[in-house]
């Protein structure tokens, strides 16, 4: 589905950003923010949206301010500024048709190329959600994934990927597609059930393409070639030649008792893949934050579980921090509506640094984080409230280097 720090390609544990009358009525206010001093942290929650709202997108503006753009769970795609301060600016939907942004890859022009699930629609839009071209170039009835992540390719083109036909018992097709700088689709390749990848292929995510041809490429797979609950969901990684020759490795096969749902995967600056994803131990009913790093080849270099003491964590997102490790947002969970917002602070080689849960009102998940010009981490996420007037707030969280507020 990366991108200042984090872009989510997320997704929970399955295929998963209501404004005020005002700016319905009048659309995006002008783009001021207060010159009020910023706190130095602060946990903050505001809006009162009808249904769930999850950014997919954080950024830190040159004024201090935050850029935050994700869907309203009416399907509808949604931007906010919010101040220094943690406040509210505005917010505004990007369009009122009824669809769930999905990634966001942000250009040097100051623009955003975005996708959305269940639709094979890509758009530009502009810091002040104004969409700037689009292009829904066509439709396939046994699609479940429709477009993965948005990246980078050749001459300034944009690269995205789709799997079809993983949930209905019909041959799975993964395609590689191209589309130049005005959205026009001028490139597809389909991949039919390649043999490496024997049984289901769940996902199929083009994540980095170099300048020798190569892409490098991130999934999920079933363990046989049906579709049920208790099929084993494996993760691989691949990558694809100038000449269709593939390196692959399927990362987890020795793990019998768990299924994996992938999450997110990062590209580091030697080609590396690192990829976060979510373990369900079926026998335990728990889950657990699994990440693993595979070399430009394939070759496995590390895999670790991280559990917290009595309780599940799921990831959401993944992203670097500045000292080349790794920030995981999402949530952790105790029992029935103790879903709580996580993040989980990992060293380049994989190493636990910190973990916090923050203890909040109602349940809450963090989905996305950037690392600070200033130093620390902002984090924004989702709460739903249980007997309150706001029932779907975001959350927006500003922490010091160690998480805390």
Known sequence: MAKSLIISNKRPLWPLFIISLALLGTGCKKDSVANAPAATTYLKEFGDWA???????????????????????????????????????????????????????????????????????????????????????????????????????????????????????????????????????????????????????????????????????TGQKLARKVWSWSDNQYLYAAKLGPRRKWAINVIDTADVQASFQEVYQLVTKDTSLVICATRIDYSKGSYSVFVAKVDKNMNLLWANRYEEPGVSSSPYTMGFSNDSGFVITGNSTAGLNSEKPYVLRLDKNGNKLWSKTYPIPGYGQLCYAVELKEGGYAFVGNTTSFGNVKKNQTLFIKTDAQGNY
């Open 51 to 217: 249904t769930q709202y999850s950014p997919n997108y954080l950024e830190q503006r040159p004024d201090g301010s935050f850029l935050v753009v994700g869907g309203e769970g009416g399907n509808r795609p949604m931007m906010l500024r919010i101040g220094k301060n943690g406040n509210l600016v505005w917010n505004k939907f990007i369009s009122n048709d009824t669809f769930l942004l999905w990634t966001i890859l942000p250009n040097n022009d100051g623009t955003y190329v975005v996708n959305y699930p269940n639709k094979y629609l890509i758009s530009q839009i502009d810091t002040m959600g104004n969409v700037l071209a689009k292009n829904e170039f066509f439709k396939d009835p046994d699609n479940y994934n429709a477009l993965g992540p948005v990246i980078n390719g050749p001459n300034g083109n944009y690269i995205s990927s789709m799997s079809n036909g993983a949930y209905t018992g019909a041959t799975s097709h993964n395609y590689i597609l191209t589309f130049n700088n005005s959205l026009k689709l001028v490139d597809s390749v389909d991949i039919k059930d390649y043999p490496l990848l024997a049984g289901k292929t769940l996902s199929f995510n083009v994540c980095q393409y170099d300048n020798l041809g190569n892409y490098y490429i």
